[in-house]
């Protein structure tokens, strides 16, 4: 069982390494063009980031909206978020 464990924190902490790497690549494109083009949300290959700051508006569309995507791009920072509104209604039918 210990074994188990040690992995586990092992791909956690590898996962972890990935998302802070694409959140530097992510910043260094964006520093990368022209001030009045920057817009501080897009993707990193297939990593979606956003370093706006949140709205209300965002986060539920982001996390309660049954009529989205299952999985978004995360309201603040690297990588996915859960929809949880659109779980619901997918269990419900």
């Known amino acids: 069982m210990g074994e188990q464990r040690k992995g586990r924190s ?23 063009k022209p001030s009045d083009e920057r817009t501080w949300h897009g993707h990193v290959g297939v990593f979606p980031y956003d370093f706006r700051v949140p709205t209300l508006e965002r986060v539920k569309n982001t996390y ?12 603040w920072g690297v990588g996915w978020a859960l929809n949880l509104g659109a779980v619901k209604k997918l269990i419900r039918g």
């Open 10 to 32: 092992t791909l956690s902490g590898l996962w972890k390494l990935v998302l802070a790497a694409v959140g530097v690549a992510a910043v260094v494109q964006e520093l990368r």
């Open 64 to 75: 309660w909206n049954p009529n989205g995507p299952l999985v978004s791009s995360r309201v």
